[in-house]
């Protein structure tokens, strides 16, 4: 069993900078691809970014892509997000999320979640 605990969010001003962590009580270095989702009222999750288990290979969403870098310390059993030159549109529950085999988009495809932490950009 796969237990997340997000961490990080707070309210930050527009080109401010976060780091989120995510905290991870069970295996998820062998196998396991983390992911970071976002979500605003209203909305399904979004991909953010994702960071696969074998070799750390990492996909970015077309609307952080050289803003956030996703990065993981599997020795810790942690994943990060820094977000960079953050914009009031990035303001959202960032979840983290992990699944058995390679990345994907869609939330549908992830097993384990954490509860979230919340990302506020003020203009």
């Known amino acids: 069993q796969v237990f997340l605990a997000e961490s990080g969010g707070r309210s930050v001003q527009a080109g401010g900078s976060l780091r989120l962590s995510c905290a991870s009580s069970?295996?998820?270095?062998?196998?396991?691809?983390m992911a970071w989702f976002q979500q605003t009222p209203g909305k399904e999750r979004e991909f953010v970014a994702a960071v696969h288990w074998n070799g750390g290979k990492t996909y970015y969403a077309d609307s952080v892509e050289g803003r956030f870098t996703i990065s993981r310390d599997d020795a810790k059993n942690r994943m990060y997000l820094q977000m960079n030159s953050l914009k009031p549109e990035d303001t959202a529950v960032y979840y983290c999320?992990?699944?058995?085999?390679?990345?994907?988009?869609?939330?549908?495809?992830?097993?384990?979640w954490g509860r979230g932490t919340h990302v506020i950009v003020a203009s």
């Open positions: 069970g295996r998820t270095s062998g196998g396991y691809t």
């Open positions: 999320a992990a699944r058995r085999g390679g990345s994907n988009r869609s939330p549908y495809e992830y097993d384990h």
